[in-house]
């Protein structure tokens, strides 16, 4: 079995990289106007839920944390993991080509790494096959009696 | 200054050093023990598409009801909940440059090794080598 994603999984594994990395950096653009809090201003947490950057980022979080859970519930989650690391990439080259930021030799380095990583898992199959003993279907003992047939 | 004090500055460097890693550690951990979890969970339930209960934004009534009743979510969820505070002590005692590049790293070595072990997840030398990039590139990115 080869399981080949369906296009609206790769939809979804897309939102993963997505979601992630600009909800973070909605997140601390945010943080960054309410300013640092400690455990003697908690109320100014209650303030930073009416900031518009807050409340995208959370909107967007809740939508990584969705999507992060549908792609475990069809692939492994060494799988899945490189694509979350490709938030970051997302992240630094949002930094690059939007806000002009300067890139260093260490990062372009690091945004290659992380995009082979995801070239090597995506070779692959997305999800492991072993007999689930939840399901009688697939039984260990069943499987060997009929290996093979049927698949 | 007496002759004691460079050899108390090296013990007092050395307990901070340890006090540092222990919570990087206990973030990271924290993060596997959760994320391994919720795989598991998430795994069992299998594809949440066939557990949807009709058309539209109710039929994703079955998949939420389903993953909230799942014991292993919850506590995995619990352990993401107690990492997140972890992260927060951690980043009190710990520079951001070190503890976000260093929590992410070890969290995606030790999530192979989790769930090779724990998932039964087939870690071929590709996976491998996937997270050993990830792990390394997440440390240049954040340089």
């Not at chain 2, 500055?9 to 222990?22: G, K």
Request: charged share 10%; hydrophobic share 55%.
């Amino acid at each position: 079995m080869t399981h080949r994603l369906k296009p609206s999984q790769y939809a979804i594994l897309l939102t993963v990289m997505l979601t992630a990395s600009v909800g973070d950096t909605l997140l601390s653009r945010g943080m960054a106007q309410i300013g640092p809090v400690d455990l003697h201003h908690l109320p100014l947490l209650f303030h930073a839920l009416a900031n518009p950057y807050i409340i995208s980022g959370i909107v967007l979080l809740i939508g990584f944390f969705a999507s992060y859970m549908t792609a475990l519930s069809w692939a492994d989650l060494t799988f899945v993991m490189p694509a979350t690391a490709f938030g970051y990439v997302v992240v630094a080259l949002l930094s690059r080509f939007w806000l002009h930021e300067h890139l260093s030799l260490y990062r372009w380095a690091g945004i290659v790494l992380i995009v082979c990583a995801v070239g090597f898992v995506a070779g692959g199959p997305s999800r492991t096959e072993h007999p689930d003993p939840a399901h009688p279907s697939s039984h260990p003992n069943l499987d060997l009696m009929d290996s093979g047939a049927g698949r | 200054m007496t002759a004691t004090a460079p050899a108390t500055a090296t013990s007092l460097l050395q307990t901070h050093v340890f006090r540092e890693w222990s919570a990087i550690l206990t973030v990271a951990a924290l993060a596997i023990t959760g994320e391994v979890l919720i795989a598991a969970a998430m795994r069992r339930l299998g594809d949440l598409d066939h557990l949807r209960t009709g058309p539209g934004i109710r039929g994703y009534l079955g998949p939420v009801r389903a993953i909230l009743s799942s014991p292993l979510f919850l506590t995995g969820a619990l352990c993401m909940a107690l990492n997140f505070f972890a992260m927060l002590y951690a980043l009190s005692i710990v520079d951001l440059s070190l503890a976000a590049p260093a929590t992410a790293s070890l969290t995606y070595i030790g999530n192979a090794a989790a769930a090779k072990v724990f998932l039964r997840e087939n870690v071929d030398r590709r996976r491998w080598l996937a997270v050993l990039f990830v792990a390394i590139g997440v440390v240049l990115l954040a340089k």
